[in-house]
């Protein structure tokens, strides 16, 4: 998968994590992918009502190490 930007959000509690997301997606192009890592086990469900809310894809998201890692694609 062709990552286009990565943004590291780890030590932010919600809502930090989905609005530095946000702000970041609006700064992409249409099909980009961004990479986030966030270490608030909140996040999970924050990230899936996100991609619903927005219409942006949630490709993929996996935990390594307490580590969440999500990979959006750009609406």
């Not at 270490?39 to 899936?48: A, R, W, Y």
């Amino acid at each position: 998968m062709q990552i286009d930007r990565e943004l590291d959000v780890k030590g932010l509690n919600c809502p930090l994590p989905i609005l530095r997301t946000k702000k970041t997606l609006s700064e992409m192009a249409s099909g980009q992918v961004l990479h986030v890592l966030a270490t608030d086990p909140g996040s999970v469900k924050d990230f899936q009502a996100f991609a619903k809310q927005t219409g942006n894809e949630l490709l993929s998201n996996r935990e390594i190490d307490n580590v969440f890692e999500y990979f959006l694609k750009r609406k």
